[in-house]
C-alpha cells in the first residue's frame, strides 16, 4: 500500500508505508536532530535488529522522491556523526 504526499503545489509522490512512517516521525518535530537508532526503534521497534545503514537507505529514497535536488537536500539534511534533521 502507497501513500501520497505533496511538496507545494507539485504532483503527489507515493511512499511506501515505511518511509511515510519515517517521515511523519522526523517531521513531527522539525530542526531536531534524530539519532539513526532513535529512528529504528520509533519505526522498527525496540527489538531490532536492522542495521542502522537501513535508515541510511531509507533517507536516501525518500531524498530521492521529496527534494527538489537529493544531492543537496533542503529538507531532511545529514546531521554529521549523529543522524538526520527535518526542516
Known amino acids: 500500500i502507497n501513500q501520497t504526499v505533496t511538496r507545494g503545489n507539485g504532483p503527489p509522490v507515493s511512499l511506501t508505508p ?40 531509507y533517507i536516501s529514497d525518500l531524498r530521492r522522491k521529496i527534494e527538489p535536488d537529493p544531492r543537496h537536500p533542503q529538507y531532511i539534511r545529514t546531521v554529521r556523526g549523529i543522524g538526520y534533521r527535518f526542516l
Open 18 to 57: 515505511t518511509e511515510l512512517r519515517l517521515l511523519v516521525r522526523m517531521a513531527s518535530a522539525p530542526g531536531r536532530p534524530w539519532r539513526r537508532k532513535d529512528l529504528l526503534i520509533a519505526i522498527w521497534g525496540t527489538n531490532v535488529e536492522t542495521a542502522q545503514n537501513t535508515v541510511d537507505s
